[in-house]
């Protein structure tokens, strides 16, 4: 049995769902909301990659990562995904990422919903020391989400990784640290309207 159970996350405005190749119909629709990869510094998949996606995805579980859908509890629909990745149970730690929403609900509560389930899953359910944040150093947009969880920037890592347009990458690395849960905890429910 791996450290991260790949089970369903719900709360008021998201449900995220284990990850399976019966959703690929649905993330290609959300995926084409907005057409995220058309950002040269995102790594979203096209309509047409998200089968390998969701397939690379599912592969993952056996090094213990765990894919989820996000839908929307409001209308039903999946919107994007997130998980669990890079896991390391050993040292109680995680990279939350490959996250990326439809364009109808940015800037909505679900991104921080998704990432108050998947935060207070680590830490209270599977007493995490860190959980990681990863992304592109010209990604601008996910930096500031991520910064407004309340991670802390650990640094960068230069000329980190080669992307499929030939680019190199500088990453940025950004955590939060068990002793840190409870104030970004109660930081994010006040996000939420749930003081």
């Known amino acids: 049995m791996t450290w991260l159970n790949n089970e369903v996350l719900e709360g008021e405005f998201v449900r995220l769902e284990p990850m399976a190749l019966s959703h690929i119909a649905d993330l290609q629709q959300a995926v084409a909301d907005g057409e995220s990869w058309k ?9 047409e990659e998200m089968p390998a ?11 213990g990562d765990s894919p989820y859908v996000v839908r929307c509890k409001t209308t039903g629909q999946i919107v994007g995904t997130s998980r ?10 995680a990279l939350i990422g490959y996250t990326w929403y439809a364009e109808s609900v940015r800037r909505t509560a679900i991104n ?21 944040f990863r992304t592109h150093f010209f990604n601008h947009t ?15 890592l230069r000329q980190h990784m080669i992307l499929k347009d030939g680019s190199v990458r500088d990453t940025v690395v ?22």
């Not at 996606?53 to 090094?63: D, I, P, S, T």
């Not at 669990?84 to 730690?93: H, I, L, P």
């Not at 996910?142 to 960068?156: N, P, Q, T, V």
């Not at 640290?177 to 104030?183: D, L, M, R, Y």
Request: glycine share 4%.
């Open 142 to 156: 996910s930096r500031k989400a991520i910064e407004r969880l309340g991670a802390k920037m650990d640094g960068i």
């Open 84 to 93: 669990y990745y890079m896991v390391d149970a050993a040292s109680r730690r």
């Open 39 to 47: 950002l040269w510094y995102a790594m979203v998949p096209t309509v």
């Open 112 to 132: 921080t919903e998704a990432k108050f389930l998947l935060l207070s899953n680590l830490f209270e359910n599977h007493q995490a020391i860190a959980a990681e």
């Open 53 to 63: 996606y969701v397939q690379e995805a599912l592969a993952g579980k056996a090094q």
């Open 174 to 195: 950004y955590s939060i640290i068990a002793c840190e849960w409870p104030t970004v905890r109660r930081h994010l429910l006040s996000k939420l309207g749930r003081n």
